[in-house]
């Protein structure tokens, strides 16, 4: 037992080490856009009142000379949609509209039907843009062949330690995502900062064949379109420039009941790729956990154990903490301890959610996990 987790401490150090090359150091300055197509930013709002105020000066920085915002309310219960409506006075570029059907799919698509733009530019109503958002987005549609761009999201908060634990949540799924794009294998992405063409969407028939599922608008289409036009159709964005930030929960039971619905995901796939990485992650935490019956083998185990959790926060704060400092944002030493500790705590209840497959999203309750 001590042998193992002496050797397993040293294969994820090394693991992580290997996930951090392919996160880029320095940005290469972007060529200026040459052509400025029409693009259609497209927002699904549901109970988003306390957002839409935010959200309209968001919009209003962005000067992108060929543009038009879609907000979609998805039947809110608060008052969305009269915001909404208003927001159009301060800028005409808003196209406010309300869904037919209930669901966030649904009010994309009604969206999308209705957009304008050869371009869809996806996010959510609680989310921040760079004044360069939609030219950082777009750029790699020059080449004819692209077809998805997806770029970072990170949460902002109030500084405390339950936003420094998504950060460094939202870091790992970052740093994963950057290896598997580099690896021409895109495992997944995040709707909250995405864009794809319109005639790619309407190729792939949408979300036809996953309409049922509550949550995955932005991975079941990223594998469609990596099935129609292959891998290299995607193009993944990591950088401060085109960073989306969104607000972090505020609670530890809001964030679990996100986390179970985004995990629930891995289920509707079918992808033996993603049931491996949900599997594998699950294990992994187990074996973290497992290290704790190290304190039981006298002196000699209670060295190993303190060496292996030493060198798990080292690695996570080295890797993590590139990513972070890359995005503009600090790790510090006392919260990459406590997230070392906490985290695989974190991924077991998440698991065992999935498994249950109950949550509740945005006022709707689902027995469904996906």
């Known amino acids: 037992m001590l042998s193992f987790y002496l050797i397993w401490t040293l294969i994820?150090?090394?693991?992580?080490?290997?996930?951090?090359?392919?996160?880029?150091?320095?940005?290469?300055?972007?060529?200026?856009?040459?052509?400025?197509?029409?693009?259609?930013?497209?927002?699904?709002?549901?109970?988003?009142?306390?957002?839409?105020h935010c959200l309209a000066g968001e919009l209003k920085k962005l000067q992108f000379p060929n543009l038009e915002v879609i907000l979609v309310d998805d039947n809110s219960e608060d008052g969305t949609f009269k915001l909404i409506d208003a927001a159009r006075i301060n800028d005409s570029?808003?196209?406010?509209?309300?869904?037919?059907?209930?669901?966030?799919?649904?009010?994309?698509?009604?969206?999308?039907?209705?957009?304008?733009?050869e371009i869809i530019l996806c996010s959510d109503a609680d989310c921040s843009f760079p004044e360069n958002w939609v030219e950082s987005m777009i750029s790699p549609f020059e080449n004819r062949e692209t077809q998805l761009v997806a770029g970072s999201v990170?949460?902002?908060g109030n500084g405390k330690f339950l936003q420094a634990f998504q950060q460094a949540d939202w870091a790992s799924i970052l740093l994963i995502t950057a290896y598997f794009f580099s690896?021409?294998?895109?495992?997944?992405?995040?709707?909250?900062?995405?864009a794809y063409r319109k005639s790619g969407f309407l190729e792939v028939r949408g979300y036809e064949g996953n309409r049922d599922f509550s949550s995955g608008d932005d991975e079941f289409l990223l594998k469609k379109i990596v099935r129609t036009f292959g891998a290299g159709s995607c193009v993944y964005l990591p950088f401060e420039k085109n960073l989306v930030q969104t607000n972090a929960e505020p609670s530890w039971g809001a964030l679990f009941n996100q986390r179970v619905r985004w995990a629930g995901k891995w289920k509707a796939h079918r992808s033996i790729l993603h049931a491996v990485s949900a599997v594998f992650s699950f294990?992994?935490?187990?074996?973290?956990?497992?290290?704790?019956?190290?304190?039981g083998c006298g002196s000699i185990?209670?060295?190993?154990?303190?060496?292996?959790?030493?060198f798990k926060i080292l690695a996570e704060k080295r890797s993590l903490g590139k990513v972070l400092r890359g995005l503009g944002f600090n790790y510090d030493k006392t919260n990459s301890v406590m997230t070392s500790f906490i985290h695989p705590i974190y991924v077991l209840a998440v698991g065992i959610?999935?498994?249950?497959?109950?949550?509740?999203?945005?006022?709707?309750?689902?027995?469904?996990?996906?």
Not at 30 to 39: A, D, L, S
Not at 93 to 109: N, Y
Not at 353 to 370: A, D, H, M, Q
């Open 12 to 52: 994820y150090f090394l693991l992580l080490s290997k996930l951090a090359k392919f996160w880029p150091v320095k940005v290469s300055e972007p060529k200026p856009v040459q052509k400025f197509p029409k693009v259609s930013i497209l927002i699904p709002c549901r109970n988003e009142a306390v957002n839409i």
């Open 93 to 117: 570029r808003i196209v406010a509209l309300r869904s037919p059907c209930q669901g966030k799919k649904a009010a994309l698509e009604f969206g999308i039907d209705q957009a304008n733009g």
């Open 154 to 156: 990170m949460v902002t």
């Open 183 to 194: 690896k021409n294998k895109p495992l997944m992405c995040s709707g909250a900062n995405l």
């Open 283 to 295: 294990l992994i935490q187990l074996v973290w956990l497992g290290s704790f019956g190290l304190l």
């Open 301 to 310: 185990g209670l060295v190993v154990f303190s060496l292996v959790w030493i």
């Open 353 to 370: 959610g999935v498994i249950v497959g109950n949550f509740t999203w945005k006022g709707r309750r689902t027995s469904r996990s996906v």
